[in-house]
């Protein structure tokens, strides 16, 4: 029989706000496992002692921020209302049916005061010490990478500028390494480098100057942020956030960062293994992992020959020798070191005027083939062995599912696709509590799940 109910819910009830959020909501397993207290401590320096009138409690504050990022609520003044008619929100925050909500206003306020002496950042670090003091962080694989975030900026409305780039911040090394080669190959040693300022046109944002105008294949093209995200490979906690502009290239910040978490969290006894995109996959970055005694996995880059031309590992390097082999057994000798750290082989013009494969080999018009070997190759081939063994090709599968599972749930479920806020500390400091979020409702699942 067909009914309708028209009664309006005008009555009082006397009821427990305890019974009214279910047994198994998420909110109830973050309660019982991840304790706030250490908020208190870390916020006190930014609060008066003894005068002006009483604060908002700073854990509820965190909470009720904690509560936007983990169900994905982009809007403060959203939040308020949000938190205002659902109960569980109001449970979670110590809050009855009828106390008022703090005002998003409030809450804007406190945001501001947690970028005071990177209080945030001091809170993802205690979540994350927490993860390894209940065993959740091995610290023996870390997997790194990077993922664009939309800057709140028109990609229409910008300036042009020139910038100077300075020289890169490893040349000291490189020219050490240079200056020995030519010494051991009996070359003798260039001189000193002068600093090389070099200008770039560089489109800037008259919105968000700070984000960086991206341009790469299969990305989109515009003003973006860059999130380069660690993770520990146990349970996929995330270990380290860093944004910079969409311009800059993922392998610049990676070793500085990588041992700013080894410090950070006492990894130096257990790190074993790092895992990473093709994007760092450069001489440097091989070389330094080797040094650290690292098993290092990269993705590998493709690169495509000159049409026409025979690809450049059909031509075999004999250490022993130091030369080069050509397809039709001819050796490319040493020749030099360069200023950028190339080797150059070179081949005898006289074999390749007579050599059937010249029109395939080299188009210079000396008739002379010339090969280029990095002074630091022999980390890079390295890297690659590792990435062909059996160890190599289980680590770098992981990728799929802790780094790119991470940023896929924070953009997905957590709003990280779009940058709420202009200006680079205020996005790291979305990109910090989208990862705090993630790590904590990780924490509470795993600790919930040991508890049944």
């Avoid at 009996?186 to 341009?215: A, F, H, W």
């Avoid at 990435?387 to 997905?412: C, H, M, N, P, V």
């Avoid at 709003?415 to 205020?426: I, S």
Wanted: with cysteine.
């Amino acid at each position: 029989m067909l009914r309708s109910n028209p009664n309006v819910q005008n009555q009082y009830e006397f009821v427990c706000i305890e019974d009214l959020v279910l047994p198994n909501h998420p909110l109830r397993k973050i309660q019982k496992h991840i304790d706030f207290s250490f908020i208190l401590e870390l916020v006190r320096p930014y609060y008066c002692e003894d005068n002006g009138r009483p604060s908002a409690d700073p854990i509820m504050l965190f909470k009720m921020l904690l509560i936007g990022y983990l169900f994905g609520i982009r809007s403060e003044r959203q939040l308020e209302i949000e938190v205002h008619s659902n109960v569980a929100y109001r449970w979670f925050l110590g809050l009855g049916l009828t106390d008022r909500v703090p005002d998003h206003s409030t809450l804007s306020y406190f945001r501001e005061r947690l970028r005071q002496g990177d209080v945030l950042q001091k809170i993802f670090d205690e979540v994350v010490m927490l993860a390894i003091k209940h065993r959740l962080v091995a610290g023996r694989v870390l997997v790194t990478d990077s993922t664009h975030l939309k800057a709140n900026a028109n990609k229409r409305k910008f300036i042009k500028e020139q910038v100077t780039q300075s020289t890169k911040a490893y040349v000291n090394e490189l020219d050490e390494a240079i200056q020995a080669d030519r010494e051991a190959n009996g070359k003798k040693p260039l001189k000193p480098r002068k600093e090389v300022n070099e200008q770039k046109e560089i489109k800037v944002s008259t919105t968000d100057p700070e984000s960086g105008y991206m341009v790469r294949d299969g990305k989109p093209e515009g003003f973006f942020y860059l999130d380069h995200r660690t993770v520990d490979h146990k349970y996929n906690i995330i270990t380290d956030v860093h944004i910079t502009p969409g311009n800059v290239h993922d392998s610049v910040p990676y070793i500085d960062r990588l041992e700013h978490i080894v410090k950070k969290f006492g990894f130096e006894k257990t790190l074993e293994a790092v895992v990473l995109d093709a994007g760092y996959f450069t001489s440097y970055i091989c070389k330094k992992l080797q040094d650290k005694n690292l098993f290092a996995v990269i993705g590998k880059r493709s690169f495509t020959p000159t049409k026409g031309l025979i690809a450049k590992w059909r031509f075999k390097y004999d250490a022993d020798k130091n030369v080069y082999i050509c397809p039709q057994k001819h050796e490319l000798t040493y020749s030099t070191t360069d200023r950028e750290g190339y080797r150059q082989y070179k081949s005898d013009p006289k074999h390749c005027a007579e050599c059937p494969m010249l029109k395939e080999c080299t188009r210079s018009k000396n008739k002379t083939k010339v090969i280029t070997r990095h002074v630091w190759q022999p980390s890079k081939e390295w890297v690659n062995a590792n990435g062909r063994s059996r160890s190599g090709k289980y680590l770098y599968r992981l990728r799929y599912q802790t780094i790119e599972r991470s940023f896929a749930d924070a953009k997905e479920l957590h709003g990280l696709r779009y940058c709420r806020f202009r200006g680079r500390k205020k996005v790291q400091q979305q990109a910090l509590m989208t990862a705090t979020c993630q790590n904590i409702k990780k924490i509470a699942n795993i600790l919930a799940k040991r508890a049944e």
